[in-house]
C-alpha cells in the first residue's frame, strides 16, 4: 500500500488561512469517509486534529477543519498561529485488507 | 481518563527481538482496537497494524508481515508488539494508539518507545 501524497512543505503569516492536501485513490481517501489528520511536534507524539473527514474532537479549536473531494481530502487552519507549527498527517482507511495508510507529512511553518 | 503507557527504550543488534509494551487505563479495553506506528528518526509516520481489543484479532502492514506479532492481555488491559529479525532500519520510535473497531481514528497515543537496533 503506497503512502498518500501530501506537499512537503505549506508555509503562512499569522493569521492567514492554509490548506494542506491529502492525495489518494478510490481504495482509500475517496472510497470511504473514514479520513484523520494528525499534528505532531518535535519530539512528541501525533495529536488527533480531525476524524471522520471532517469531525473535530473535543478540544480542537475551530481554526482546523477537514473536506473531501474525490481522491482528496484537505486540512484547512484559519488564523494562524505560532503554535500551529508542526508537522501534519493524513490517514486513510483503506479497507478490510489494507487498513490504514499514512500520508508522507507536511511541515507547517508560520512565518 | 484514558492513558496509553509504553515500556523503556531498547537497545537491539541485528537479528534480535523486541517487544514493546502497551498498558490501557481509563477505558474498556476490549471495546477499542491498538493500532502501531513507527517513525525512523526524521522519517514520516509509518502504519504498522492494528490489533481488535474485542476479538484480539490482528492485521499487519504487508511490509512487516511474518517479522511482526501483535497480541492483547485482557486480563492487564496491555497490548504488546513483537518485532523479530531486527535490521538497523528497524531503529525508530514505536507509538501503540487507541483505534476504534472501524475507521482510521487514533484519539489517544502512547509517549512512544525508541528502539535502536545496532551491532
Given at each position: 500500500q503506497s503512502a498518500l501524497t501530501q506537499p512537503r512543505a505549506v508555509s503562512g503569516s499569522p493569521g492567514q488561512s492554509i490548506t494542506i492536501s491529502c492525495t489518494g485513490t478510490s481504495r482509500d481517501v475517496g472510497g470511504y469517509e473514514y479520513v484523520s489528520w494528525y499534528q505532531q511536534h518535535p519530539g512528541k507524539a501525533p495529536k488527533l486534529?480531525?476524524?471522520?473527514?471532517t469531525q473535530r474532537p473535543s478540544g480542537v479549536p475551530d481554526r482546523f477543519s477537514g473536506s473531501k473531494s474525490g481522491n482528496t481530502a484537505s486540512l484547512t487552519i484559519s488564523g494562524l498561529q505560532a503554535d500551529d507549527e508542526a508537522d501534519y498527517y493524513c490517514c486513510s482507511y483503506g479497507g478490510r485488507y489494507t487498513f490504514d495508510v499514512f500520508g508522507t507529512g507536511t511541515k507547517v511553518s508560520v512565518l | 481518563q484514558v492513558q496509553l503507557v509504553q515500556s523503556g527504550a531498547e537497545v537491539k543488534k541485528p537479528g534480535a527481538s523486541v517487544k514493546v509494551s502497551c498498558k490501557a487505563s481509563g477505558y474498556t479495553f476490549t471495546n477499542y482496537g491498538i493500532t502501531w506506528v513507527r517513525q525512523a528518526p526524521g522519517q514520516g509516520l509509518e502504519w504498522m497494524g492494528w490489533i481488535s481489543g474485542y476479538s484480539g484479532n490482528p492485521n499487519y502492514a504487508q511490509s512487516l508481515q511474518g517479522r511482526v506479532t501483535m497480541t492483547t492481555d485482557t486480563s492487564t488491559t496491555t497490548a504488546y508488539m513483537e518485532l523479530r529479525s531486527l535490521r538497523s532500519d528497524d531503529t525508530a520510535v514505536y507509538y501503540c494508539a487507541r483505534r476504534e473497531e472501524s475507521g482510521s481514528k487514533f484519539d489517544y497515543w502512547g509517549q512512544g518507545t525508541l528502539v535502536s537496533v545496532s551491532s
Open positions: 486534529m480531525i476524524y471522520d473527514v | -
